[in-house]
């Protein structure tokens, strides 16, 4: 089959005919008809996240954002079968943990991280083999189509995850989401579906643009003010009840605490980089004395994927808003490389890997 193949942590991928993978027999093996290219991508392809455990290593094929068909199980599989249309979660449980068992596979004690090690290759290739196929495949419901539903992998349902499970967003609520890459746009989407008025904050007008079209309320362009922090304290009349950080540098999330009222939550979505290497300096005093809560949010847990299915349907979410453009395999190396700069706009996603 073919695949894109890091070789190199920064360079292009090579493009490559690999081994096609084979059914564990637990597991399931799932022909590719779409992939989101994330930003955590990124982080992979520059060897980010040695402080995790997570380097990429040479030889891994990346991609965690998949949706297609199942081609093959194995022989303990009763949940799927050949034929289906499935989506994949990007952290993989095992299924058996005592996470796993409450409901929170999306951190399992024995996670894999899909496309970022060895033992759970990527789906930047035409198949992709997902272990423990009963717990972590996730069936789609009639009318989703595989590139939507890459759109809704790990940035959409990461974003609806910590806004609709882990913070407490309500009608009404201001919402401030600080750098609108995929899971920031899909932040301001969910936020607005969600009854809450979102503020965007970013450096680029065309993103910020974006955000509007997605619901967002007011914006700010972090590159023309001196104090982002006060200025979503003006338009909010104090400051937001919830902020996220949705990129992972120190700017973002010390931006995010500090645009907060008194007893607001801020979200941690975003991971970090070589600068910050999991390490960011925050105000601690300030969210002592203001009660601030700081919360930290992973993917989301496949048993939930429902919630946001239903409201697709109702059309209150739209996720192929967020999806930018499709591209082919060969393609990915170049979105790789303009995320290095912020360039790509909303979500690229794979439809074409032959």
Same mark, same amino acid.
């Given at each position: ?45 520059? #060897? ?7 380097? !990429? ?5 990346? #991609?965690h954002?998949?949706a297609?068909?199942? =081609? ?14 499935? =989506? ?6 095992d299924?058996?943990?005592p996470?796993?068992?409450?409901? $929170? ?24 083999h ?8 996730? *069936? ?5 189509s ?8 790990? $940035? ?5 995850? +910590?806004?609709a499970? $882990? ?23 969910? =936020? ?18 974006? +955000? ?9 362009? +972090? ?10 304290? #003006?338009? *909010?009349?104090?400051? +937001? ?12 999330s ?12 801020? /979200?941690?979505?975003?991971?970090? !980089? ?5 390490? /960011? ?23 939930r ?34 995320? *290095? ?14």
């Amino acid at each position: 089959m073919r695949a894109a193949v890091l070789e190199e942590h920064g360079e292009p991928l090579s493009i490559e005919d690999v081994d096609a993978p084979e059914p564990a027999p637990d597991g399931a093996v799932v022909e590719l008809e779409a992939c989101g290219v994330c930003r955590s991508d990124w982080h992979g392809w520059q #060897g980010d996240w040695g402080w995790l455990g997570l380097e !990429t290593q040479p030889g891994q094929i990346l #991609g965690h954002e998949p949706a297609g068909r199942v =081609a093959a199980v194995g022989d303990e599989v009763e949940g799927v079968a050949e034929g289906d249309h499935v =989506a994949v979660p990007f952290n993989l449980g095992d299924g058996s943990c005592p996470r796993c068992q409450r409901g $929170r596979s999306n951190i399992c004690e024995n996670v894999m991280p899909l496309g970022f090690i060895e033992q759970a290759q990527g789906a930047f290739a035409e198949q992709v083999h997902v272990p423990v196929a009963d717990h972590n495949l996730v *069936t789609l419901p009639d009318g989703v189509s595989s590139v939507d539903m890459a759109g809704l992998g790990c $940035r959409f349902m990461t974003s609806f995850h +910590a806004l609709a499970h $882990r913070a407490d967003v309500d009608a009404g609520d201001w919402v401030s989401v600080h750098g609108c890459g995929g899971v920031g746009l899909s932040a301001v989407h969910i =936020a607005d579906a969600l009854g809450a008025n979102v503020v965007a904050v970013d450096l680029k007008d065309e993103k910020l643009e974006k +955000a509007e079209s997605l619901g967002a309320v007011e914006t700010v362009n +972090a590159a023309d003010v001196d104090d982002v922090p006060g200025e979503v304290q #003006g338009i *909010t009349d104090g400051g +937001a009840n919830v902020s996220m950080d949705a990129l992972g540098i120190a700017t973002t999330s010390q931006n995010s605490v500090s645009s907060l009222d008194a007893r607001g939550q801020h /979200i941690q979505v975003g991971l970090t !980089t070589q600068e910050e290497q999991g390490i /960011i300096p925050l105000p601690s005093d300030a969210m002592v004395m203001q009660e601030i809560e700081f919360i930290g949010s992973l993917g989301m847990p496949p048993t939930r994927y429902d919630e946001i299915f239903r409201m697709v349907a109702t059309g209150k979410l739209e996720p192929e808003k967020v999806v930018s453009e499709t591209i082919g395999l060969e393609d990915v190396s170049d979105k790789l490389e303009a995320m *290095t700069d912020f360039e790509t706009v909303g979500i690229p996603v794979i439809d074409n890997f032959n």
